[in-house]
């Protein structure tokens, strides 16, 4: 729902379009939101019989061990931290994209098939009590670079 | 492409059924919220399959060169019970419910890996949660110049997948051309 100030002004029809135009989702928010429920999912059964996990690097570290095996079929390869809510996660073989021919040429392709995984990691953070920003990068193929921000701790 | 270093002690081909199971339960809840009617979202996990299916049916010929030609339906239910179902998803079939002369069965899938975790609600019962087995099927089967209609029920226990043979589709020349 969206602030009426965006709307006023404008004829039914504009708004309505306006609005169909806010609304509407493209693939990468789609893949994004599939992935974000199934890591969800996913981290709820995987920590079941697990003891609690409390601080936010005991959960970071679930994440890049226990859960990237899971779901990567590895481990990940590094794991920084500032220390202040900013963690990025390494990848230097990432499963989605060992089909591209290693190197810079699909950079740019390969954008849409991080989509899911970032919101895989999304949702397993958030089922772990962390409201987080998930960004990727990646220089070359098939390396990645999740930049986790956390935003809110939830209590 | 390049597949020069291949992961240590991991399969690259192989992944968890688990995830198999809640990304594709992700899907099909995604579909429902965008699509907003149960039918079109059947219609969807269809045509997902069937363009799955005529990709397998290529994998599926290349691997298991035993597998004899099928020359009725019978055969075909078979070679689907016995190796297409269990090679794809790990798990057996028994076919079942003949009808109208041999046209039509059911596939019994038990334990199917994509309803591991899931309960469709109540309301949704127009849902064939599973339709993209039954696509892949018909997709398959298209591949080998054989026309089937194929539909998912889910039941309490187990899939039941509806085959319906229709007929066997011959190549024709594109008209105009000698």
Not at chain 2, 31 to 57: C, H, S, T, W
Not at chain 2, 62 to 90: F, H, W
């Amino acid at each position: 729902d969206y602030p009426k100030e965006v709307l006023e002004g404008l004829d039914k029809a504009t708004s309505s379009l306006v609005y169909k135009a806010l609304a509407s989702r493209n693939a990468e928010t789609n893949l994004e939101s599939i992935g974000l429920r199934t890591g969800f999912l996913l981290a709820e059964r995987l920590c079941r019989d697990l003891p609690r996990i409390s601080t936010e690097l005991e959960i970071m570290k679930f994440i890049c061990k226990e859960f990237w095996i899971s779901v990567f079929g590895k481990q990940v390869d590094n794991l920084r931290t500032n220390h202040q809510g900013v963690y990025v996660v390494q990848d230097n073989r990432f499963p989605c994209l060992t089909s591209f021919s290693d190197g810079t040429q699909y950079v740019k392709d390969a954008a849409i098939y991080l989509c899911f995984p970032c919101g895989v990691v999304r949702g397993a953070l958030q089922a772990l009590g962390i409201q987080a920003l998930v960004t990727p990068t990646t220089d070359q193929l098939p390396s990645v670079k999740f930049h986790i921000h956390i935003k809110t701790k939830l209590t | 492409m390049s597949k020069q270093q291949k992961p240590v002690g991991v399969d690259a081909k192989k992944m968890s059924s688990e995830l198999f199971a809640l990304t594709y339960g992700s899907l099909v809840a995604e579909m429902l919220k965008d699509y907003e009617d149960p039918r079109q979202v059947n219609l969807q996990l269809d045509k997902v399959g069937f363009n799955m299916g005529i990709r397998l049916a290529d994998d599926f010929l290349s691997k298991q060169a035993g597998v004899p030609k099928c020359t009725d339906c019978r055969q075909m239910a078979e070679t689907l019970s016995k190796n297409v179902i269990p090679a794809y998803l790990g798990v057996s079939a028994t076919v079942n419910n003949w009808e109208s002369g041999d046209r039509e069965f059911s596939l019994q899938i038990e334990n199917n890996p994509l309803t591991e975790f899931v309960e469709v609600p109540q309301d949704l019962t127009s849902l064939h949660y599973s339709q993209m087995i039954a696509g892949a099927i018909r997709g398959g089967l298209e591949a080998v110049h054989i026309k089937v209609t194929t539909t998912a029920i889910e039941t309490p226990t187990n899939t039941v997948i509806k085959v319906k043979f229709i007929e066997v589709l011959k190549d024709n020349l594109p008209a105009g051309e000698d």
